[in-house]
């Protein structure tokens, strides 16, 4: 059973009668991290030999009620997004080695020097991708 986009949902049901609270997931990762947590699916469902979802027992203490950030936490976000930005150009990579790496390596007979990044090469004067 191939399920579409929208028909891979999670559920979490729980009542005030009960201490536990009862996710169905169909989502692949919701599974993998309540399996990562020790939880054991209480229940599987099989197409083809397939898993295609899974109901897990859970406490019911560890649901929470998810809440807005405040405007200082997106503020916080926002500012250390843009630190990171900043960070990361200010770390441009160089265009090649240093005249004095170059020289060391033809001294030292080394044919080829590994430099840049995505995996460029340098081979005997002219640059490759």
């Known amino acids: 059973m191939r399920l579409s986009r929208v028909e ?55 649901i929470r009620v998810p809440r807005p950030p405040t405007k200082s936490e997106l503020a916080q976000r926002m500012a250390q997004a843009e630190r990171l930005r900043k960070y990361r150009f200010s770390r441009k990579i160089p265009a090649g080695p240093s005249a004095e790496a170059e020289a060391a390596a033809t001294t030292l007979g080394i044919g080829q020097r590994a430099w840049g990044s995505k995996g460029r090469t340098r081979l005997g004067g002219a640059e490759h991708a």
């Open 8 to 62: 891979r949902e999670t559920i979490i049901n729980f009542n005030e009668g009960e201490g536990i609270a009862y996710i169905y997931t169909c989502n692949q990762r919701w599974m993998r991290q309540l399996e990562a947590y020790g939880f054991k699916p209480a229940r599987e469902y099989t197409d083809d030999g397939r898993v295609y979802a899974k109901e897990f027992e859970v406490p019911k203490e560890l």
